[in-house]
């Protein structure tokens, strides 16, 4: 049984093409294959809770075509277990995962970046978007255009306000897959974050945060909606169950 595609809206700019695709039946690919395609020295030290955690992620990702919150405590390896999960994902399926994004808080910018080229060698495929107002949609535009750059990684503020550009936002749907790092930036739908994850059309995303529950149930309930809409009842039922 083929899967169904997944469709990205399609840009006005002539030089961003759509990336409707179909990811191959998930029989032939298992999450054990996403673990084994790690360069060894990845492999080898990935403890047990984080190849659960990529094979949860496989299975909510590819098989399910949904989101994943990932909600290990600090200092368990989130960072790692993701870029393992996008490092295969990205080398079994680099026919459908074409681009993916990475929102971060600005200040672990390029610890993401360093840690991928600790574990992975040549960061050549990742791009971290560090511009000025002037040249940052030109430079979406570029990434998206360049077959060698995988993966941008993208600052929160940076990211808001691109998808408050029109083109911008135009340019970002085109991605098959997003990652929000500290994802409980998220937790509160009056936010001008969460108003902007809504836009984002891929239904594949991940959530990275310790405290996926503070202060109170609606805070789950919040970020469940943004990767798995319509799973839970609807808010006003919830907020009395």
Same mark, same amino acid.
């Given at each position: 049984?083929?899967l169904?595609?997944?469709? &990205?809206?399609e840009?006005?700019?002539?030089?961003?093409?759509?990336?409707?695709?179909?990811? =191959?039946?998930?029989?032939?690919?298992?999450?054990?294959?996403?673990?084994? &395609?790690?360069?060894?020295?990845?492999?080898?030290?990935?403890?047990?809770?984080?190849?659960?955690?990529? *094979?949860?992620?496989?299975q909510?990702?590819?098989?399910? *075509?949904?989101?994943?919150i990932?909600?290990?405590?600090?200092?368990?390896?989130?960072t790692?277990t993701?870029?393992?999960?996008?490092?295969?994902? /990205?080398?079994?399926y680099?026919?459908?995962?074409?681009?993916?994004?990475?929102?971060? =808080?600005?200040?672990?910018?390029?610890?993401?970046?360093?840690?991928?080229?600790?574990?992975?060698?040549? @960061?050549?495929?990742?791009?971290?978007?560090?511009? *000025?107002?002037?040249?940052?949609?030109?430079? +979406?535009?570029?990434w998206?255009s360049?077959?060698?750059?995988?993966?941008?990684?993208?600052?929160?503020?940076?990211?808001?306000?691109?998808?408050?550009?029109?083109?911008?936002?135009?340019?970002?749907?085109?991605?098959?897959?997003?990652?929000?790092?500290?994802?409980?930036?998220? *937790?509160?739908?009056?936010? $001008?974050?969460?108003?902007?994850?809504?836009?984002?059309?891929?239904?594949?995303?991940?959530?990275l945060?310790?405290? =996926?529950?503070? $202060?109170?149930?609606?805070?789950?309930?919040?970020?469940?909606?943004? +990767? @798995? =809409?319509?799973? /839970? &009842?609807?808010?006003?039922?919830?907020?009395?169950?």
């Open positions: 049984m083929q169904e595609p997944i469709v &990205c809206l840009s006005n700019e002539a030089n961003v093409q759509s990336m409707e695709f179909a990811l =191959p039946e998930t029989a032939a690919i298992t999450a054990d294959d996403m673990i084994n &395609c790690l360069l060894p020295a990845v492999k080898d030290i990935l403890k047990s809770h984080q190849r659960d955690g990529i *094979k949860f992620f496989f909510r990702i590819i098989v399910e *075509k949904s989101g994943a990932l909600a290990h405590n600090m200092g368990l390896g989130k790692l993701t870029l393992a999960f996008l490092y295969a994902t /990205l080398e079994l680099k026919k459908q995962i074409l681009k993916v994004i990475i929102v971060v =808080p600005v200040g672990v910018l390029r610890q993401w970046n360093q840690e991928y080229e600790k574990w992975f060698g040549n @960061s050549s495929s990742i791009f971290v978007m560090d511009e *000025k107002p002037s040249t940052r949609i030109n430079t +979406i535009f570029e998206i360049d077959a060698e750059k995988n993966i941008m990684i993208i600052g929160y503020t940076k990211f808001v306000d691109v998808m408050h550009d029109v083109n911008g936002a135009t340019a970002l749907q085109s991605i098959n897959l997003i990652v929000f790092d500290e994802a409980h930036k998220m *937790k509160t739908e009056t936010t $001008n974050v969460y108003k902007i994850a809504e836009m984002v059309t891929t239904p594949l995303k991940i959530f945060s310790g405290t =996926p529950l503070q $202060n109170n149930v609606m805070e789950y309930y919040n970020m469940m909606q943004l +990767i @798995s =809409p319509n799973i /839970l &009842c609807d808010r006003e039922e919830f907020k009395i169950s």
